[in-house]
């Protein structure tokens, strides 16, 4: 399977403990996108990269939030002293150009209990 | 204001019924426009670009009219397997948010037979 791979599928953890979520983009696609769906809404948009770079984070991305992707292939999102509200799908995407569609992972979906 | 705005339904139609979703948009640094599908519970797929020219794939056609900021998605012939959320998607056109998508709410289609 070539496509957008993220792990854990699921995460279920207590409020206050930190989560780290992965992200492996097709292979040939430098640019690579966060997003956060909440139930009846449509996704978010959280940070992007292009190659290793960071070019944007939404307001959305508050200081417990760090997104990086060291070598340009995989991306890591992390969340420190998770919240209740933090409570969301974590959606991965990837493009082989900025005007391109994009193509998505199957999500993390968080649960903070 | 919402930067996209759709009518989140539920549009409940009989199989072989054509259905009719509309989507407007506020952001004008939005240059294009995609239809994507969502299962319960799955990731957000590409359906289609939308084009001003309008475009067609077999039973679907999407429109857009850069004038009114308004997009359409026309599925003929509904199928069971049609049932799904429809989310109306702007792609940003430049500056650093370049590539960055917008989504609306989605649309909930359920086709019965």
């Known amino acids: 399977d070539t496509g957008v791979s993220q792990n854990p599928r699921h995460k279920i953890t207590k409020r206050g403990q930190n989560v780290t979520f992965r992200c492996d983009p097709i292979?040939?696609?430098?640019?690579l996108y966060w997003y956060r769906q909440t139930l009846g809404q449509g996704p978010e948009f959280l940070t992007y990269?292009?190659?290793?770079?960071?070019?944007?984070k939404s307001r959305l991305l508050s200081d417990r939030f760090s997104a990086e992707r060291p070598k340009g292939s995989f991306s890591t999102l992390e969340i420190q002293r998770t919240e209740q509200g933090d409570s969301a799908m974590y959606l991965c995407a990837s493009s082989s150009d900025a005007n391109q569609p994009q193509h998505f992972g199957d999500g993390t979906r968080l649960s903070i209990l | 204001r919402k930067e996209v705005e759709q009518d989140p339904g539920p549009f409940n139609v009989p199989e072989g019924a054509t259905v009719a979703f509309n989507c407007t948009y506020s952001?004008?640094?939005?240059?294009?426009f995609f239809w994507y599908r969502q299962d319960c519970r799955k990731e957000p797929k590409l359906l289609m670009s939308?084009?001003?020219s309008g475009n067609e794939d077999g039973r679907f056609t999407a429109q857009l009219n850069r004038a009114s900021q308004y997009i359409s998605l026309l599925i003929r012939d509904s199928k069971l397997s049609d049932s799904a959320t429809y989310l109306c998607v702007g792609l940003n056109a430049g500056g650093t948010s370049y590539g960055k998508l917008t989504f609306g709410q989605g649309t909930i289609l359920t086709v019965h037979p």
């Open positions: 939308v084009y001003s």
């Open positions: 292979s040939e696609h430098n640019r």
């Open positions: 990269f292009q190659n290793e770079a960071q070019l944007e």
């Open positions: 952001n004008s640094a939005s240059q294009s």
